[in-house]
Structures are given as C-alpha cells and as structure tokens.
C-alpha cells in the first residue's frame, strides 16, 4: 500500500494546518471557551502551559484548574446573560491585545463592560492570557490587582512616552497637548465616560493629577504601527502597592493620540 505514508503524511499536514489557524487567534480560542464552557479544543492546541491571570479569580495554571475556572466563569456569565463583542484588537508575533464590549445584567439593567484580554504564546505548546478590567460596572466596588509582569525597558512610541512623561510630572496641560482636537480618553468604568476635546481632557486630567504625578511602570508593550498596547504597574493613587493595567494608545496626526482606553481598576 505505496499510498498509505502520503496519505499519512497528508493527514498530519491538515491537522498542523488547523492547529496554526487557531493559534494565530488565540484569545478567540479562549473566548469561545469562555462563552461555551468547554476547554477541550484549547486545551488540544495548547498542550503544555496554559496560564490565564484574571481579576476575579487570580491565576489560573495547569489544564485542570483551567477546567474548573472556565466551567464557574460559564455560569456567571449564563447568569448575568454576558453577549461579548471585539471592538479592537493589536497583534504582534506571539502576543494579541483584544478589546471587548461586554453586555451583561446587573441588578435588572444592562451594563457595557469594557474588558481587554492579553494572549501571548512563548512556543508552540504553552501560551498566556492576561485579562484586564474594572469590576466597578458589575459589583460597584474597587479591587486592587497586584501586578502580574514586572516592570522593564519597553519600547514605546513617541506620542506615547511623551504622554507618560507628562502624567509623571503631574502636567495636565502638556499630557492634552499630547492629544488631537478632538482625541480622547475612555474610563475603564464605561465606554460611556469620555472625555473628548481639549476641554474634556483638560477636565479629566487636572482632577486626576490633584493630587500630583502618576508614575506608570512599563511592562509589555505590543506595536501594530497603529495602536499600541501597554501593560503596566501604577504607583501610588490611593495605595502604596503597585497596581496591574493595560491601556490601549491609538496614534493620531503628527506624533499626537487620538484616543487613550484605560482598562484597570483605579481609582481616579
């Protein structure tokens, strides 16, 4: 039977083939786990590490904790009636940001629930989802989340170091300047609070640097050349610990921002 090794062959082509196009999307891999309470085809992709870090359940290592954290967040979402839907997304090698507007019921109303979800892959067997949010929009209250990578050089674009620098020194004025006419900057708590325009932004920025300087640890970056994602640990603003967050940076005109999303849950 000369056809059987081809035939083989053939077969195990088509299986990588299929295995590569689920790992080029990996957060909608976990998603649809997520949404479907089943882990089995992520699991099939990923045989190695899988390791989630999420605000309400902390780590997650190892293939059977990552059942049991799947099968009990499927439940809450049934029961808050959770309808997800990307609305932005930065890919860069083994690492995707993923920008969520997540509906669910809270207390009778439908909340918007801004969620961003990190899926990066060091080799072929292992990969890493990192959630970031605010838990204001459906339990009302403040969560501090320590951090989950350690600060370290990361390369940032010059629209967005400039904005850093700004936010250090506790200039609001120079951290608007950094923006469009009409950029702006979205709470975590919502997509219904932005502050757009130099009105809006001037506003935001002076009430939140009152108090002085915010100085943001750069952790990981991911660069598209259009929108660039930050993890990063913040110092200070009502605790002495080091906070996790992710912000989202899209680039505006002449070395400007046209929008700043903050997903993290600090108090501001």
């Known amino acids: 039977m000369p056809w059987f090794p081809e035939f083989s062959t053939a077969i195990e082509l088509a ?5 590569a196009r689920e790992q080029a999307d990996p957060v909608a891999q976990y998603l649809k ?18 390791v989630v870090h999420d605000p309400r359940a902390g780590e997650i290592r190892g293939h059977r904790d990552l059942r ?22 930065i890919t860069v090698g083994g690492r995707a940001a993923v920008e969520l507007l997540v509906h669910v019921l809270h207390e009778g109303d439908e909340v918007a629930w ?23 929009p459906v339990d009302g209250l403040r969560h501090l989340r320590p951090p989950i990578l350690e600060a370290g050089a990361v390369e940032t674009p010059y629209a967005v170091a400039r904005h850093l620098d700004a936010l250090a020194g ?25 502050h757009r325009g130099a009105t809006g932004l001037r506003d935001f920025y002076a009430r939140l640097l009152s108090a002085g300087g915010i100085d943001v640890q750069p952790c990981a970056g991911t660069d598209d050349g259009i929108g660039f ?26 070395g400007h921002l046209a929008a700043v999303r903050l997903y993290d849950d600090i108090t501001r």
Request: charge should be negative.
């Open 170 to 194: 506790g200039d609001a004025e120079s951290v608007v300047k950094g923006f469009d006419p009409d950029g702006y900057v979205q709470e975590p708590i919502g997509p219904d609070n932005i």
């Open 68 to 89: 049991s954290f799947i099968h009990s967040n499927r439940e809450w979402m049934a029961a808050h009636h959770a309808q997800l839907k990307v609305v932005g997304s």
């Open 114 to 136: 801004p969620v961003a979800v990190v899926a990066e892959s060091l080799d072929e067997r292992s990969v890493e989802f990192r959630t970031y949010c605010s838990q204001w």
């Open 229 to 254: 994602a930050l993890e990063y640990n913040l110092i200070g603003r009502g605790s002495e610990h080091p906070q996790a967050g992710l912000a989202i940076f899209d680039r505006g005109t002449d």
């Open 15 to 19: 299986r990588r083939d299929a295995r």
């Open 33 to 50: 786990a997520l949404y479907d309470g089943a882990p089995g085809a992520l699991e099939k992709t990923w045989p190695g590490d899988v």
